[in-house]
């Protein structure tokens, strides 16, 4: 059965820091692994998409790399802002299961 | 594109009482998933549906919660009786089907459920 962690639960930096986020998944299985952001009492946005056969994905300020072998993603912020405080979620997706198996999330505050 | 719509937004009821949430899909996606996620933690999967078929409903509890998805669009979820233990977002999302390149999965603004 596959099960995914974050760390760390939860995160507070300085505007302007570089950061990384990290989660992992016991089964190497995967199909794909997707980064979402979820801003209090919202919903998902996805954020990247990196399939099993990708190393690393990026959008803007964003790169999300993946190791299979480990069992490890990261989730790369440069030059955080204010507005990237929210929770970020990572989800698995199974080459078996075919549904997204969710870590419990990384709460992110970013001050001014 | 639209994205994924969920009705209601919110909903407060009393216990062993009845609720039904409404998911709308992105349109030509053939995968629909419902979550339910208690606050703090990750969504759990509670059942996915392949146009309107049943994929895995291993962790939706049959005995008072239903789903369904009929013509392969649209899905409602439905709770009977509920319990103070099922306060939670409930989320709706779509993919392409599975196998296909991109199986990106886009979720609605979810539904607050509050049971009191």
């Known amino acids: 059965k596959q099960e995914v962690t974050q760390i760390p639960a939860a995160l507070s930096v300085p505007e302007g820091e570089n950061l990384v986020l990290n989660c992992s998944f016991t089964?190497?299985?995967?199909?794909?692994l997707q980064w979402f952001r979820q801003d209090p009492g919202k919903g998902l946005t996805s954020l990247l998409l990196?399939?099993?056969?990708?190393r690393e994905q990026t959008s803007g300020r964003l790169n999300a790399s993946l190791d299979k072998s480990s069992g490890r993603s990261t989730l790369y912020i440069a030059a955080s802002q204010p507005g990237d405080s929210a929770t970020y979620l990572c989800?698995?997706?199974?080459?078996?299961?075919?549904?997204?198996?969710f870590g419990p999330g990384t709460r992110l505050s970013v001050l001014p | 594109e639209a994205g994924v719509a969920q009705s209601p937004r919110y909903k407060i009821i009393e216990k062993r009482q009845s609720v039904a949430f409404w998911c709308n899909p992105i349109?030509?996606?053939?995968?629909l998933y419902w979550y339910q996620q208690i606050l703090g933690q990750g969504p759990k999967l509670l059942i996915q549906?392949?146009?309107?078929?049943?994929?895995?409903d291993s962790q939706l509890p049959k005995d008072r919660f239903s789903a369904e998805r009929l013509k392969g669009v649209d899905s409602t979820l439905k709770i009977q009786p509920a319990k103070l233990e099922d306060s939670a977002v409930y989320l709706c999302a779509s993919s392409l089907q599975f196998g296909e390149k991109n199986t990106e999965a886009f979720f609605g603004q979810g539904t607050r459920l509050t049971v009191v």
């Open positions: 989800a698995v997706r199974t080459n078996y299961g075919q549904n997204f198996v």
């Open positions: 549906f392949q146009n309107n078929g049943v994929v895995d």
């Open positions: 990196i399939q099993s056969s990708q």
């Open positions: 089964d190497s299985a995967i199909y794909n």
């Open positions: 349109s030509g996606h053939a995968t």
